[in-house]
């Protein structure tokens, strides 16, 4: 019989190189930790439910992994419905004040025919405008 810490090595090998980390959080778990969760809870004199403890075990990592997630979502979009659309609203905003600074700098920026576009209003009038009409102006 081997010892007990030959159980979690094996458990360990057979996880890393024959199904993979990546079958793990898919929640595909090598057998040999039951075995190795069952050998080390009888050598401390409880038995655990090695069947339930797997279970929890995928479980745990399962959301362990939709809260890295859902850390890197907030991360990157904003952890709020308001504050991802001020992102994007100040996105816009940031493109539109480009444009106006280009045009003040060269009034040839665009064709005549359009110059329009940056005389009819200024640039505070056009940053109070909604999300779909700055859209429609940047196009």
Sequence with gaps: ???????????????????????LC???????????VH???KAA???????????LAIQAIWQ??????????????????EE???HILQQIHNQVHSHYENYEEDNNYVLQRHAYLF??????????MSYDYLKCWLR
């Design 26 to 36: 898919l929640g595909r778990l090598s057998i040999k930790w039951s075995t190795a």
């Design 119 to 128: 005389t009819q209003k200024t640039l505070t009038q056009r940053l109070q």
């Design 39 to 41: 050998s080390y809870s």
């Design 64 to 81: 362990y992994i939709k809260a890295l997630w859902q850390h890197w979502n907030e991360l990157v979009h904003g952890s709020i419905i």
């Design 45 to 55: 004199g409880h038995l655990i439910n090695s069947t339930r403890w797997s279970s």
């Design 84 to 86: 991802e659309a001020n």
């Design 1 to 23: 019989m081997y010892g007990p810490d030959v159980i979690p090595t094996a458990a360990y090998h057979e996880q890393v190189h024959e199904i993979g980390w990546y079958q």
